[in-house]
């Protein structure tokens, strides 16, 4: 599956997007010490509709463990779900932003 060569040391970029009680608690913020522990670059955004946007690059394992992180028992608020993309990097994230 494109993206998720474990064996690949090209940096990635996964694209997720949050559903449940995820604004106004704070998820943002815990994505962001997250994202940054592991070592990624991005940025996680509201949505009009509720949801919360993650943009995160990094190496493909790093990128899986945020995901896994975003799915677990330990996010503020309730997720209830988190559907992905995987893509090519982009033009590159400075560090991990909460837009």
């Not at 996964?14 to 995820?22: D, I, M, P, Q, S």
């Not at 945020?66 to 995987?86: F, H, K």
Request: one cysteine or more.
């Amino acid at each position: 599956m494109h993206g998720r060569d474990a064996h690949s040391e090209e940096p990635v970029r996964v694209t997720a997007w949050v559903r449940g009680k995820v604004q106004q608690v704070g998820f943002r913020w815990w994505t962001r010490a997250r994202a940054l522990e592991i070592g990624l670059t991005g940025y996680a955004s509201n949505l009009g509709d509720g949801r919360v946007q993650v943009v995160a690059e990094g190496l493909a394992p790093e990128c899986e463990q945020l995901l896994a992180l975003l799915r677990g028992a330990d996010t503020p608020g309730r997720v209830s779900g988190v559907t992905e993309i995987w893509t090519a990097v982009g033009p590159g994230y400075e560090g991990f932003e909460i837009r």
